[in-house]
């Protein structure tokens, strides 16, 4: 069998200090999920597209870093990249459209909801402390200094040499992912205003340029930049520099286009609301009006 398919096809890895943050992620929400789906009122909030989202998400972060992928992704650049925008990309926002912070709270026992509840109530000291980060532009800036600062030629290789920094570049790659999603979704908790559909649609088409020059650029080098690929046993017959283009095009093409995509989504939810918000002025005109058309002499 050619390796590559033998890799693929290889068991995962049993790494606990993996599979124990999602076991705990995972039972948290289903239980929250659950109990708000029975109580009346409150299925909207525990609706079935949610939890198959943030399960999604969940197995995302898994396949990125449990299957085959994160064995390949050290012996092939183009299947880090796809680790990465498996983190990035799919994972991260699926995690948000699951609502995942009220419905995990929900699992909690009555105190100690109440007690987290508290810690970010208005004028709270861990509310105030976390406000600042949590700014759409600090977001922003934050996540685009993780992704670009990781293809740094110097961290990316120690990144492959060494276990504990591969393992730190994951952890934040996927939190800072999480931050640069939290106002595109704009799932609880809220710390800001929410941003309205035009800023959002800015906010991630701001981050196409930026990945695509880094994309481009590691594309259409002329050498090697990654120089670890040098060091391993090619697979399915890609030179390294082969491989640096591949990988480095998918990086461009597939993140650009994941952020062209939110932005035409949002783009589709601002027109909806437009159009409901019409057609609900059209059904209930405004009773000032209305007041002054019935008093006025006939």
């Known amino acids: 069998m050619h390796p590559l398919w033998k890799a693929l096809f290889s068991p995962w890895e049993l790494r606990w200090e993996v599979i124990v943050p999602l076991a705990v992620m995972g039972i948290l929400y ?29 197995f995302s972060i898994a396949l990125a870093l449990l299957s085959p992928v994160d064995w390949l992704g050290t012996q092939l650049l183009l299947m880090h990249m796809v680790q990465h925008k498996l983190l990035v990309m799919i994972a991260a926002p699926l995690v948000w459209l699951g609502n995942p912070f009220p ?30 980060v949590a700014a759409p532009v600090i977001c922003w800036l934050i996540f685009v200094f993780i992704y670009v600062g990781w293809h740094d030629q110097m961290m990316y290789n120690l990144a492959l040499r060494l276990e504990w920094v591969h393992n730190l570049e ?47 650029a ?28 591949w990988g480095g095009a998918l990086m461009w093409v597939w993140a650009s286009q994941m952020m062209i995509m939110t932005a035409v989504i949002m783009l589709g939810a601002m027109l909806r609301d437009h159009k409901t918000r019409a057609a609900s002025r059209s059904i209930h005109p405004n009773p000032h009006l209305v007041g002054r058309q019935q008093s006025a002499p006939r």
């Not at 590691?218 to 990654?226: E, G, K, L, S």
């Open 103 to 132: 419905v995990a709270m929900w699992a909690l026992p009555l105190q100690a909801r109440r007690a987290a509840a508290t810690l970010l109530n208005q004028g709270s000291v861990v509310r105030r402390s976390l406000a600042p």
């Open 30 to 58: 289903g239980a929250g999920w659950l109990r708000l789906h029975r109580g009346l009122g409150r299925r909207k909030l525990a609706s079935r597209w949610r939890l198959l989202a943030y399960y999604v998400g969940l």
């Open 218 to 245: 590691i594309a259409n080098a002329a050498d090697v930049i990654y120089t670890h690929y040098l060091t391993v046993p090619r697979l399915f017959g890609l030179s390294p520099l082969e491989d640096q283009a």
């Open 170 to 216: 994951h952890l934040t790659f996927f939190l800072g992912a999480m931050l640069f999603w939290w106002p595109v979704i704009n799932s609880p908790p809220r710390l800001h205003r929410s941003l309205p559909y035009v800023a959002r649609i800015v906010y991630v088409l701001a981050f196409v340029p930026v990945n695509a020059i880094t994309g481009f």
